[in-house]
């Protein structure tokens, strides 16, 4: 990506919702404005960050996260994964557990799946558990993105099993000032699925 600057916040060090947003906040400079980029759990991040910090920011894009919150039916799942990490009986790395996250065209690339599995076994439970917990549930972020006065950039997987192409597709319907991007063939591991497709996106969202 041709990016002058880039600053990663490094989500892996907080173990809060405050945490992270302070993560954020430190990488930003005074009076400046950021284009913000957040995937999955790190576009909760993002939009909760924008909707603090308006002034700060020049555009948002959000890729593989529905800002309506969580459904039911999410939540449950994951106070069941809390239970099952909290007692040991849960690993990131379980082959079913990766499938959920990578295309089919991916299961066996060691590149996709394999780093998706590596990235649990280096995090580990105690971080995954933290993560889990400090964004469930999740503010319905709609309203307030709709109301930043930038761009707001909405990328989907077209087979993300994670968050359903539908639900990005509403959330653009009610977002006035936002696009849509659909990359096709891709799951929710869309940066390590089609890196190349999703470099030349980012490119175009903070190049307009």
């Known amino acids: 990506m041709n990016i002058a600057q880039r600053r990663y916040v490094p989500l ?4 809060s919702i405050e945490d992270m947003l302070a ?3 430190d990488r930003v400079l005074d009076g400046e404005k950021v284009h913000l980029i957040g995937y999955s759990m790190g576009g909760y991040v993002s939009a909760l960050w924008a909707a603090e910090h308006a002034n700060n920011v020049a555009s948002v894009t959000l890729i593989g996260y529905a800002a309506q919150g969580l459904s039911d039916k999410e939540i449950s799942r994951r ?3 809390i239970t ?3 007692k040991g009986q849960f690993t990131p790395n379980n082959p079913a557990y990766v499938s959920r996250f990578v295309h089919p065209n991916y299961i066996n690339n060691d590149d996709v799946a394999g780093v998706v599995m590596s990235m649990g076994e280096d995090l580990g439970k105690n971080t995954l558990l933290a993560h889990t917990q400090a964004t469930t549930p999740r503010e319905n972020m709609l309203s307030k993105l709709a109301s930043l006065q930038v761009p707001v950039n909405i990328i989907a997987a077209e087979q993300d099993q994670m968050v359903s192409l539908k639900a990005l597709q509403n959330m653009a319907a009610s977002i006035p000032n936002s696009t849509l991007q659909v990359v ?3 799951g929710h591991m869309l940066p390590l699925e089609q890196p190349e497709t999703l470099a ?3 490119n175009n969202c903070i190049n307009v």
């Open 12 to 15: 892996q060090w907080a173990a």
């Open 23 to 25: 993560l954020t906040s």
């Open 79 to 81: 106070k069941q994964m």
């Open 84 to 86: 099952m990490l909290s």
């Open 184 to 186: 096709a063939n891709s």
């Open 200 to 202: 030349e996106l980012l």
